[in-house]
C-alpha cells in the first residue's frame, strides 16, 4: 500500500512536470536580432537621444547605395529618390543627408542659369538698376557685362576640391567597379522597409541595412542548428539502441532530453527570447548529458567514484559556462542560463541509468 501511495504521487509530480515543461515551451518567442549583442547601458542611450535632439540630428546609421555610369547619372538617379522620399514623408523635417542637395544637375544649373539671364537679367534688371538711382549707360553697362557670361557647370570634381565640401566628402565613394557611387543617409524617423520599397523601385539604388542583414543571417542559422540538434537527438538513439537496446536506450536518452526541454521551458517562463546562442548552448548540454549518462551507464560498483567524477565535471562547467547567465550582455546572458539550467538538470537526473541498473540485478 505504502509503494503504491509512492507511486501514485511520483506519477502527479511527473504529469506536473511535464505541465510546466509544455506551458514553458509554448511561450518560447524567438529573437534573431544582432542588437541584443549590444548592452549599451540605459541612461547612455538616454544622452545619446538628448544630444540628438538639441543638435537636431536624427540620420540613421543605415544608408542607401546610388550608382551610375557617370556622376551626372548619379545625381539624376538621387534626385528621382530624394523626391520620392519627400514625397512620401512630408512631415520629416529633414529626411535625409545627400549630395544633391548641394550640387545640382547641370540640366538643373542649365535651367536655371537660362531663367536668370531670361528673367532678371533680359527683362528686369535694367528697370530695377533705375529705380535705385543709376544712370541709364550704367546699367547698360552693368547689363550688358552678365548678359554675356558664359554657363559653367559646376561639377562634383569642382565641389570636392572645394572647402565648403570637407564635411561631406565621405557621401561620395567616387568610381568603385566602373561605377560611380555616392552615399544617401536617411532619416531615423523614415521606417526602413518604406526605403526598400523605394529602392527597389528605382534602378541603382539598394537600401544596405546591416544589421537587419545579419540578424536575417542569425535567422537561418538559428533554423538549420535546430534541425541539426534534432538530427543529432536522433543518431544518438540509434547508436544508444545498437549499445544497450530498445529499453535502454529509451532511458539513457532521457536525462539529454529532459536536460534540454528544462533549458528551453525556463527561457520561456522567464520571457528570455530563443536565439542562435541559446541553440548552441543546448548542443553543449546534449554533448556535456550524453558523457554523463555513459559515465554512469558503464559504472559497475565504484558508484561513489563516477558520482565524485560527475559532480567535479557538472561543477566546473557550470563556473566556466553557467556564471555567463550573470552578463549585461544578453546574448552571453542568454547562453549562460541555457547552459547552468541544462548541465544542472542534466547532472540530477543521470543517475537513473544507475537504478535501472539495481532494477535488473534484482530481477
Not at 560611380?180 to 531615423?188: A, E, F, I, K, R
Not at 535567422?219 to 529499453?247: G, M
Request: proline share 4%; charged share 15%; aromatic share 8%.
Amino acid at each position: 500500500s505504502t509503494q503504491s501511495r509512492s507511486s501514485a504521487a511520483s506519477d502527479v509530480y511527473k504529469r506536473q512536470l511535464f505541465i510546466i515543461i509544455a506551458i514553458g515551451i509554448m511561450q518560447i518567442k524567438a529573437d534573431d536580432n544582432i542588437r541584443i549583442l549590444q548592452s549599451v547601458p540605459a541612461q547612455l542611450k538616454q544622452n545619446e537621444k538628448d544630444i540628438k535632439a538639441i543638435i537636431g540630428s536624427d540620420i540613421s546609421t543605415n544608408f542607401i547605395l546610388i550608382s551610375g555610369n557617370s556622376p551626372q547619372e548619379v545625381l539624376e538617379i538621387e534626385n528621382t529618390l530624394t523626391s520620392k522620399i519627400i514625397l512620401a514623408n512630408p512631415k520629416v523635417d529633414h529626411p535625409y543627408l545627400a549630395i544633391n542637395s548641394y550640387i545640382p544637375t547641370i540640366k538643373e544649373q542649365q535651367e536655371n542659369y537660362n531663367l536668370v539671364q531670361k528673367k532678371l537679367i533680359q527683362n528686369n534688371l535694367s528697370s530695377y538698376l533705375h529705380q535705385i538711382g543709376m544712370h541709364k549707360n550704367e546699367a547698360e553697362n552693368i547689363k550688358s557685362k552678365l548678359s554675356q557670361i558664359v554657363f559653367k557647370p559646376l561639377t562634383i570634381e569642382d565641389w570636392l576640391q572645394s572647402p565648403v565640401s570637407n564635411s561631406l566628402r565621405f557621401l561620395w565613394l567616387g568610381k568603385v567597379n566602373n561605377q560611380y557611387v555616392t552615399v544617401l543617409l536617411p532619416s531615423n524617423k523614415i521606417e526602413p522597409h518604406e526605403l526598400t520599397n523605394l529602392t527597389q523601385q528605382i534602378p541603382g539604388t539598394a537600401y544596405i541595412n546591416k544589421a537587419d542583414d545579419i540578424s536575417k543571417v542569425f535567422h537561418t542559422y538559428r533554423i538549420k542548428l535546430s534541425l541539426l540538434l534534432v538530427i543529432a537527438f536522433v543518431a544518438l538513439f540509434i547508436l544508444l539502441f545498437v549499445r544497450y537496446r530498445f529499453k535502454k536506450a529509451c532511458l539513457y536518452i532521457l536525462p539529454p532530453i529532459f536536460a534540454s526541454l528544462l533549458s528551453l521551458a525556463t527561457i520561456g517562463w522567464l520571457h528570455i527570447p530563443l536565439t542562435l546562442f541559446s541553440i548552441l548552448a543546448l548542443i553543449l548540454v546534449l554533448g556535456i548529458a550524453v558523457d554523463y549518462v555513459l559515465f554512469f551507464s558503464e559504472t559497475k560498483s565504484k558508484f561513489s567514484s563516477t558520482m565524485l567524477a560527475t559532480s567535479l565535471s557538472a561543477i566546473t562547467t557550470i563556473l566556466s559556462f553557467g556564471l555567463l547567465a550573470l552578463s549585461s550582455t544578453p546574448a552571453i546572458e542568454y547562453f549562460g542560463l541555457t547552459v547552468l539550467i541544462g548541465i544542472g538538470s542534466a547532472f540530477l537526473l543521470s543517475p537513473i541509468v544507475m537504478k535501472l541498473r539495481v532494477n535488473e540485478n534484482d530481477k
